[in-house]
């Protein structure tokens, strides 16, 4: 994702990657660690808060509210946590 190799994930980079055809997407594997970056307390699932430390550090994503809206928007049923299903579902959208 970071095309750049800057170290950070810019919006652009971002809407790219997630643009980008399922061939060139990332392994399942893959995806299982990045979710296990965002589950910090590693209880298997991502809350808000783990969301937006990991995008503050990893991307130029610092306006709460647009966070929140990301989540709310992978938080299909509403629990307050992304499951990993969740998680994979946005990967692939």
């Known amino acids: 994702m970071d095309a750049d ?3 950070k994930i810019c919006k652009e980079e971002f809407v790219r990657y997630m643009r980008c055809p399922p061939v060139h997407r990332t392994t399942l594997k893959e995806l ?3 979710f296990h970056n965002f589950d910090s307390d590693g209880d298997g699932s991502i809350t808000e808060e783990e969301m937006a430390r ?3 550090e990893t991307t130029d994503l610092n ?3 647009v966070i929140h ?7 299909t049923n509403n629990d307050g946590r ?12």
Do not use: H, N, P, Y
């Open 54 to 56: 990991v995008l503050r």
């Open 32 to 34: 299982e660690t990045q």
């Open 63 to 65: 306006d709460a509210q």
């Open 5 to 7: 190799k800057s170290g």
């Open 82 to 93: 992304i499951s990993f299903v969740e998680f994979v579902k946005m990967m692939q959208e």
């Open 69 to 75: 809206e990301m989540f709310t928007a992978t938080d």
